[in-house]
Structures are given as structure tokens and as C-alpha cells.
């Protein structure tokens, strides 16, 4: 793709508020000189938002203060002037009911921060695994120029002489508990292990997919989504982001010019051949959506199944996020997309280059990391999309992370109602259930949980784990976390909450899953699912007001990318009315 830089200089959005002598220009200026800015500041030289997501309650963003100090010295560099600002920090592991409630709330927080002040373009400071996509879904709304630096994953954790992944290992030990293989002590003593530098997620969890995300679609900067968050290299990837930022809006290089089609199918197979996670599929349709692009689940079945999965991670893998920064990092994933015929070469990136120029030179430095496409984890990567009687607008699994000998399972249905009854009943002895049957669990989807929690990949009973079994199929219409793994079938739409057939599975009827003809079945007649809902009746009660009302009056199906109904395209960045 070829882009024209547009002229330069010419007046900026920001001289709007700061460019002349009348009452109101100066009233602009003169309140912000009170924190000690000169008068050349605002002369028409660009403005440049840090839209910060730091927060001490999000602890993979807690290293984004030091950061933005650092992509401040290349806005001034490149003679912009910095205005750094908060926006509601969305960290997954300590926010309830959910992160994902409140993705949409933050993108909210940052299209109107962005229309509402005198910015002209914008960098985006993200880490835990909402906040990039809250982020760009904003920024895509307003259109202004803008651009992605991460905040980088922690470095390994390390545990009696093995790594240990963030997340991952989390569900392996708490499984093996339950299984009599690790006591608690020593669970105790892993979790010491288990985060020790800043940074988010050192697996190829949903941050680290959807920072490969950010490069893949060419809203970061080459090289941006593996670096560790310690590593000196980080603040130098934040320094030359505050650099290109100003040279960005002076060319008016936009996220209508680089997120078209061909940036999202460069996208969903990237995110083939790394293993990524399923929350990618939901985030990546939320932010189309903002931009006006046409992209649908099944685009994620038929762009990312024939991608072999490259890169030996966890969940998928044996490696983390350091080796694979190590190894040579996205670019060559990306390389070996093009060198497939897999990639649209002249997608425009960030950096005002298409992607093609920006990864050709890259070398893999270790092939057991990224690993030659003949010994991949998995010949069809990417994620399967699943249709049928039980899921008719389409249930996810990601195949790198499941049982082979699951993909093609017939059980019978234990069903949980919602998520307090599986708690209540899964330890329980006389639980009828055994590694053959398939879980089922309802009213986790975003309007049954509401926000639809990463709670898919439900512990197995112990009383299955204790026979050494180690994954069993699951359905519902949840998500999970992009570090766990599992047979799990997700994001089954529509969710039990809005009356999908999932809302009425009884325990002990039989389900077919057949993950290689894409089908989820349940098997009753048509008839039979005719009556059950036509008898059902919603147990979720509205919220009757605050957040909470808005988000399940408002929000969209999983299939869609769980936008609310009114966010959805791009509503630019008119000023609109001085009020002074």
C-alpha cells in the first residue's frame, strides 16, 4: 500500500485551542503555562497525548510511568510537546467481577479524552491484555494519528530449576493439588516464583497476543511486542515510538490508513502461527468494527487454519516470552508468513513502511523457540471456529492448546448452571461424572456474568485428576485465559443469558464435538430444543442501574466482539463547541 504524506507544516487540531490572541486562545495557554511550559510550546508545534493506563492496581502497567518519561524524551526530540494523561486502567487480575466488563468502558474513556482536548496525535501505553485493545478500539473511534508501545512481559519465573509461566503454571499446580501430586507448601513456595519483574504475562497469553496483535496489524512499531519490560531495550522501543509519533502527525499517517482488511488477515494468521489467545478473536472484531471493516468470525477459521503454530510457547509450548524475544521475536513469525505467501506484504505500518520492508531482514536465533514450520506444535493453528444445534452463531477452541484425542469426543452433559454452582458441586465425591463426560457451563457470557469472566477452562473433578487424567471437553460461554489450555470449547453464542440453546443443555444429554468437520452438536430433536425454549425463562436480572445497567442493555454477542451497539464505527475527532 502505497501512502501520501500530507503537507507540512499546515495547522494542527491543537491550534484550535492555543493558535492566535483571542480571549479564548489565551485562556488555553495561559492555564497550562501555570505548570511551568515557555511560550514556543505552543507555537503549532505538534501535541502528542500519552494516554496512560499506569495504575498500582494493575500490576502489569505499574512499570508505565518510567516508560512514558521515556517516550516523552522522544516527543520532545522530534519537537513535539508531550501531555501525558490517565485513562481507567483495566487489569485482569484483580478487577471483579471482571476485566473484560470494562474493556468497553475504557475505550470510552479514551475516544472522548482524545476528542475533548487539544491533542493531535497519541500514543498508547498498554500492558495487561484489556488495555490494548480498550486502546485501540478508542483511538480507531476518533482517528487520530496514533501509535502502540507495550509495556513488555516480566521475565521467566523460575521454580526448582524449571520455568514457570504466568498463568499457566497457575492452573497446572492448583490442578495437581487437587490430584494429591504437589502440596500446598510448596504451592506456597511456587507462588514466590511465579512474578518476579515487572511486565505482564510471560506466556503467549492474551497481553502477549494482542502486543503481537498490535505489531501485526503495524499499529506498533517493528520489533515492540517481545521485548522484555526490564530489558533496557523496552525504554528504548518507548524513546523512538515518542520520536515517530510526531512524524506521524505531521504526515497525518492515520488508524484508518493502516487498519484495513489486509491488517486484520495479516493479524488473525500471525496469531495462527503463535499460538495466540482466543480473546484475540473477540478483540480484533471489536476494533474492525471501530474502523468500519468487515470482519466476521468465520474470517478466523478460514484465514488461520492451514497456519502451522511456529513459536514453542506456553500454554502451547515449552518456552516463554524471553526466549522467544531472544530467538528474533514477531518479525520472524511474520517473515515466515510472507515467505509462505501467507502475508499481505504492503500493509502499511506505523513507521510509514509496509510490513514486508520492515521484517524481511529478520534471522531466527533459535529454531526450538520458533521452531521450522515441518516440526510445528500444530500443522492447523489459528482458531476453530464451531457451528452447529448448540452453537448456531459460532463457539471458539484453539486447537495448539487441546487433546488430540478430544477433537472428536462424544460424552454426555454434566451441566452447571452458572458459576457458583459449578464451585458448589465440582469437589463434590458423589458428583456423577466421570473423564468422558463434557462440562457444560452456563450464564458466564456477557450479559450472564455479566461481562463474560475467564472462568471456560474449569478445573477438572478430583476424583478424574486422581486417576491421572489431565483434560476432559468443556463448553460454554465464557472465555478463558490466553494462558491456560485445555479441550475447551468457548464464546458460545448466543449466550445461555440471551436464550441460546446452551441455556437449555440438561445434564445427561449427549453432545458431539467434531473439531476437524467444525461442529458442535447437541443431540436432541429439532422439536425437542423447539419446546425447551420456548419453556425457558432468563434467571439473570437486569441491573437497574450505574455501569452495570448500561453494559446489558447495551452489549453485543462474543460473535460480534462484544461492543456495545453504540460504539461501534468511527465518529472522528471534530472539535465541536468552545464553551469559554
Excluded at 353 to 375: F, G, Q, R, S, T
Excluded at 380 to 403: C, M, T
Excluded at 526 to 541: A, G, N
Aim: proline residues 5%; hydrophobic residues 40%.
Amino acid at each position: 500500500m502505497s501512502f501520501t504524506p500530507k503537507k507540512w507544516p499546515r495547522k494542527l487540531r491543537s491550534q484550535v485551542w492555543y493558535g492566535g490572541d483571542s480571549r479564548d486562545n489565551i485562556y488555553h495557554r495561559s492555564w497550562m503555562k501555570n505548570q511551568g511550559h515557555p511560550e514556543d510550546m505552543f507555537d503549532g508545534r505538534p501535541v502528542i497525548g500519552i494516554c496512560n493506563t499506569w495504575s498500582d492496581l494493575t500490576p502489569c502497567n505499574g512499570h508505565l510511568r518510567d516508560l512514558a518519561d521515556r517516550v516523552k524524551r522522544g516527543v520532545y526530540e522530534a519537537g513535539g510537546f508531550p501531555v501525558e494523561f490517565p485513562v481507567f486502567s483495566v487489569g485482569e487480575s484483580s478487577l471483579r467481577p471482571t476485566a473484560m466488563m470494562y474493556r468497553n468502558l475504557a475505550s470510552m474513556d479514551v475516544e472522548e479524552a482524545l476528542r475533548a482536548n487539544p491533542i493531535d496525535g497519541v500514543v498508547l501505553m498498554v500492558g495487561c491484555d484489556k488495555t490494548t485493545p480498550a486502546l485501540l478500539m478508542g483511538a480507531a473511534s476518533v482517528d487520530l494519528p496514533a501509535i502502540v508501545v507495550t509495556g513488555g512481559p516480566m521475565l521467566n519465573g523460575q521454580f526448582r530449576g524449571e520455568r514457570v509461566g504466568s498463568g499457566t503454571a497457575l492452573w497446572q499446580m492448583s490442578e495437581d493439588i487437587k490430584a494429591g501430586k504437589m502440596t500446598r507448601d510448596d504451592f506456597l513456595e511456587a507462588e514466590q516464583s511465579m512474578s518476579r519483574s515487572a511486565g505482564s504475562c510471560n506466556t503467549m497469553g492474551t497481553a502477549s497476543t494482542m502486543a503481537s496483535m498490535a505489531e501485526a496489524l503495524g499499529m506498533a512499531l517493528s520489533g515492540n511486542a517481545a521485548i522484555p519490560a526490564v530489558d533496557s531495550r523496552r525504554r528504548v522501543m518507548a524513546q523512538i515510538t515518542g520520536r515517530r509519533i510526531v512524524d506521524m502527525v505531521k504526515d497525518d499517517l492515520k488508524p484508518s490508513d493502516i487498519l484495513t482488511r489486509d491488517a486484520f488477515e495479516n493479524a488473525i494468521r500471525t496469531n495462527g502461527a503463535i499460538g495466540g489467545s482466543t480473546n484475540a478473536v473477540i478483540h480484533l472484531l471489536a476494533i474492525a468494527g471501530r474502523v468500519g471493516i468487515d470482519l466476521n468470525l468465520d474470517d478466523w477459521d478460514s484465514l488461520g487454519r492451514d497456519i502451522p503454530t511456529i513459536v514453542n510457547l506456553m500454554p502451547s509450548g515449552k518456552y516463554l516470552m524471553e526466549e522467544f524475544f531472544y530467538a528474533g521475536g514477531l518479525p520472524v513469525v511474520i517473515k515466515r508468513l510472507g515467505e509462505a505467501g501467507k502475508l499481505h506484504k504492503d500493509a502499511l505500518t506505523v513507521s510509514g513502511k509496509n510490513m514486508w520492508d520492515e521484517v524481511k531482514d529478520a534471522k531466527n536465533w533459535n529454531e526450538d523457540v520458533i521452531l521450522p514450520v515441518e516440526k510445528a506444535l500444530t500443522q492447523q493453528g489459528g482458531i476453530a471456529v464451531l457451528r452447529g444445534n448448540l452453537a448456531p452463531n459460532g463457539a471458539v477452541l484453539k486447537p495448539s492448546a487441546a487433546s488430540e484425542h478430544l477433537l472428536v469426543h462424544t460424552g454426555r452433559a454434566v451441566v452447571f448452571e452458572d458459576i457458583d454452582d459449578y464451585k458448589a458441586r465440582i469437589d463434590d465425591e458423589d458428583l456423577d461424572i466421570d473423564e468422558n463426560c463434557i462440562m457444560v457451563l452456563k450464564n458466564c457470557g456477557p450479559k450472564g456474568y455479566p461481562g463474560m469472566p475467564e472462568v471456560g477452562n474449569m478445573g477438572l473433578p478430583p476424583k478424574v485428576l486422581r486417576k491421572g487424567i489431565t483434560d476432559m471437553v468443556r463448553i460454554s460461554d465464557a472465555r478463558m485465559s490466553g494462558t491456560a489450555y485445555g479441550t475447551v470449547v468457548l464464546h458460545t453464542s448466543p449466550e445461555a443469558a440471551a436464550g441460546g440453546p446452551l441455556a437449555i443443555v440438561r445434564t445427561g444429554d449427549i453432545i458431539s464435538l467434531n473439531v476437524p468437520q467444525r461442529s458442535l452438536h447437541l443431540d436432541i430433536s429439532d422439536e425437542e430444543m423447539s419446546e425447551r425454549l420456548t419453556q425457558w425463562k432468563s434467571p439473570i436480572e437486569k441491573p437497574k442501574s450505574g455501569y452495570a445497567s448500561l453494559f446489558h442493555t447495551h452489549i453485543k454477542g462474543a460473535d460480534t466482539g462484544a461492543d456495545f451497539d453504540f460504539l461501534i464505527g468511527c465518529r472522528g475527532n471534530d472539535v465541536g463547541r468552545d464553551s469559554h
